[in-house]
């Protein structure tokens, strides 16, 4: 185990803490001071955060370095945040606006019945592609290091999407299907 393994589980534990950082200083500048241009720019940001860690693991490759268990979690961490960001980030705009700006909070936690199934199956299908970026930038990482020996540790994250895969549809869509329930006429 050498120093670049420790790194990277410090810089994608720093990337998830500068996207929040960022996501909500964003949003602070918008709602609390009311700049919103500032905001946006703090805000395009964002993605700037994936991008330094996709770069960083490209240097550490490209230095001979063996691929390590890190490098593919940095890869499932950056298809996690692509597929997932926008969600979070409408979320989290949804939650300044009501806490900071006076916008009423809708309410989407509340579904019942096919509602509730789709908004599950759009969640699975943001989870596979997540998968697909994570294996995209998997290939692409063996492509790269061009050699079987120095990508073996990579092998479980071949595997390991799929198990998420299989158990975010076993208790996202198929839970939802199996209890499903109406909304109650009031």
Sequence with gaps: MNGDFDIIYILILGCEFAFWV???????????F??????A?????VPLVDL???GFVVIDLSRGESA?????????YIGFTIAFGSTLVRWADQWFA???GGAAMRNEDVLFGWSAVIDEFKLWFR??????????LLVLIVGFVDNPAKTAALTIWFKMPLFTVFFWFLFGPL???????RASKS
């Design 22 to 32: 960022l996501l909500c200083a964003g949003f602070a500048i918008r709602y609390v």
């Design 34 to 39: 009311n700049l919103k241009k500032l905001s």
């Design 41 to 45: 720019f703090v805000l395009a940001s």
């Design 52 to 54: 330094f860690l996709l």
């Design 68 to 76: 390590t268990f890190a490098h593919g979690l940095a890869a499932a």
């Design 98 to 100: 009501h806490r900071f």
């Design 127 to 136: 989870c596979i592609f997540a998968v697909a970026i994570t294996y995209g």
């Design 175 to 181: 839970w939802r299907v199996v209890f499903f329930k």
